[in-house]
């Protein structure tokens, strides 16, 4: 049954694309990422939340209600409350620097400040080594995904970036 949402809306996002583990080299893991505990899929009633092929959790927008409930669950913290409106986001969590994050994600943020120099809004900042997007500042222009060299900033849509 499809949830009637008034615009703008609010989903879960998980701040993880699965990168390390679709990693060329399996002995690598992120301990950042997602583990694929099924926590979020078991507190979600709604069905929104599933394991993806890669093994990380992934929200289906129009079953969520954003209660927050999975957020919740997950172990890694690595779900969060976002406002659909924007729909760019950063979809890692690896607070490692550039060389350690890039040895076990193909897709990890790296720190590089790429996307903070780019935004014109000032809505982007990189915190702790991971580009941490301010959503109230942000206009979904999608310039910090289309230029993040890693692929670490999607856009949602799949209209910009590979949506995921």
């Known amino acids: ?39 979020c899929v078991i507190a979600c009633k709604f069905g929104a939340i599933s394991i993806n092929d890669l093994g990380v959790a992934e929200v289906d927008e129009s079953k969520c209600i954003a209660c927050g409930k999975c957020a919740t669950y997950c172990p890694q913290n690595l ?23 890039r040895a076990v994600c193909e ?28 959503d109230a500042k942000c206009l979904s222009c ?5 230029n993040c060299p890693r692929g670490a900033i999607i856009d949602t849509r799949g209209v910009l970036t590979n949506k995921y």
């Open 1 to 39: 049954m499809a949830i009637k949402k008034k615009f703008p809306y609010k989903t879960a996002v998980v701040a993880c694309n699965g990168g390390c583990r679709a990693s060329k080299t399996p002995d690598t893991k992120c301990v950042y990422g997602c583990i694929g505990c099924e926590q």
């Open 79 to 101: 779900i969060r409350i976002h406002e659909c409106a924007n729909y760019i986001v950063v979809k890692c969590s690896n607070h490692d620097k550039g060389k350690d994050a």
């Open 107 to 134: 897709v990890s943020c790296i720190g590089c400040g790429v996307c903070e120099k780019i935004c014109t809004a000032s809505a982007i900042h990189v915190i702790d080594n991971v580009a941490v997007i301010d």
């Open 142 to 146: 999608g310039m910090c995904a289309v």
